[in-house]
T-cell receptor
Framework: DAKTTQPPSMDCAEGRAANLPCNHS???????VYWYRQIHSQGPQYIIH???NNETNEMASLIITEDRKSSTLILPHATLRDTAVYYC?????????????????FGTGTRLQVTL | DAGVIQSPRHEVTEMGQEVTLRCKPI?????LFWYRQTMMRGLELLIY????????DSGMPEDRFSAKMPNASFSTLKIQPSEPRDSAVYFC??????????FGDGTRLSIL
């Protein structure tokens, strides 16, 4: 599985953009980059994913470098409710007898603290 | 739509007792995953099912742990006998093929 490297913690002022970096230099050509977050005492929440192109949804934007070795998750206007641990994951596809499946391997993530 | 539903939310029991955790996946999802989260080891995948069949149980820590999925809308994770080191938050997640996994709010398990 391609490993990811994230800074352990980051701070962001409320209302500003939060830019969370992730390195995944060993990513394979068909592996997707996924982002999840975990707010205290809750289950992980899916944010966004991408393969090559930049992606945007109602929660965030995902910028993937052309060589795909790194990516950045952007929360355009961070709020206090965005305080959470953010996980960058390279989704591995696993072959088994009757097909394929996708596995997520969670690292330690980045603890984002949004402050007033 | 209802998300992944786990029960109980909290469980406290004495070591040696049997513990059963329950999960109801999102309707229409054909993959179901069990994870365990601890401070020391983070979030670990224990086992996952496709169409109710266990596909990969390599993350199950030992024989004391077992998981079943008798039908598409229900799964259990059982620990027998339980030990203090099994104390953790256990999450269930479900998904469609190649789609994002959706997680429940977890079961916080404490073994005394």
């Amino acid at each position: 599985d391609a490993k990811t490297t994230q800074p352990p913690s980051m701070d962001c002022a409320e209302g500003r953009a939060a830019n969370l970096p992730c390195n995944h230099s060993t990513i394979s050509g068909n592996e997707y980059v996924y982002w999840y977050r975990q707010i205290h005492s809750q289950g992980p929440q899916y944010i966004i994913h991408g393969l090559k192109n930049n992606e945007t949804n109602e929660m965030a934007s995902l910028i993937i470098t052309e060589d795909r070795k790194s990516s950045t998750l952007i929360l355009p206007h961070a709020t206090l409710r965005d305080t959470a641990v953010y996980y960058c994951i390279v989704r591995a596809r696993v072959r088994y007898n009757t097909g394929t499946a996708s596995k997520l391997t969670f690292g330690t993530g980045t603890r984002l603290q949004v402050t007033l | 739509d209802a998300g992944v539903i786990q029960s109980p939310r909290h469980e406290v029991t004495e070591m040696g007792q049997e513990v059963t955790l329950r999960c109801k996946p999102i309707s229409g999802h054909d993959y179901l995953f069990w994870y365990r989260q601890t401070m020391m080891r983070g979030l670990e995948l224990l086992i996952y099912f496709n169409n109710n069949v266990p596909i990969d149980d390599s993350g199950m820590p030992e024989d004391r742990f077992s998981a079943k999925m008798p039908n598409a809308s229900f799964s259990t994770l059982k620990i027998q006998p339980s030990e203090p080191r099994d104390s953790a938050v256990y999450f269930c997640a479900s998904s469609r093929q190649d789609q994002p996994q959706h997680f429940g709010d977890g079961t916080r398990l404490s073994i005394l």
